[in-house]
């Protein structure tokens, strides 16, 4: 069956870094877009960036340009969100979504990312 797979979340300080994994197995990850959401309490689901499935296009929400870096290891099936500079508005648990061309996407557990001192 299809899994992503989130890790590297946890507890960090304001200004400090953390790198997320999007671990993909069941689908070939190569064929689809890979996005980042995340929801703080009380929030909507955000987009926080997304890139295509070679990697050619990449675009972040604008609470997040300049500070996150989303890149892909298509031979790994696996998804990566470098996080750098975080502030504690960017608490939230992180979600990876697969989305292909057409058809359903899915969509990995989510991880916590806490940023306070």
């Known amino acids: 069956q299809v899994q992503l797979v989130e890790s590297g979340g946890g507890l960090v300080q304001p200004g400090g870094s953390l790198r997320l994994s999007c671990a993909a197995s069941?689908?070939?990850?190569?064929?689809?877009?890979l996005r980042w959401y995340r929801q703080a309490p009380g929030k909507e689901r955000e987009l926080v960036a997304d890139i295509t499935p070679a990697g050619a296009m990449i675009n972040y929400g604008d609470s997040v340009k300049g500070r996150f870096t989303v890149s892909r290891d298509n031979l790994k099936n696996t998804g990566y969100l470098q996080m750098n500079s975080l502030k504690p508005e960017d608490t939230a648990v992180y979600y990876c979504?697969?989305?292909?061309?057409?058809?359903?996407?899915?969509w990995g557990q989510g991880t916590q990312v806490t940023v306070s001192s």
């Open positions: 979504n697969a989305q292909p061309g057409v058809g359903r996407g899915y």
């Open positions: 069941g689908i070939t990850f190569s064929k689809y877009e």
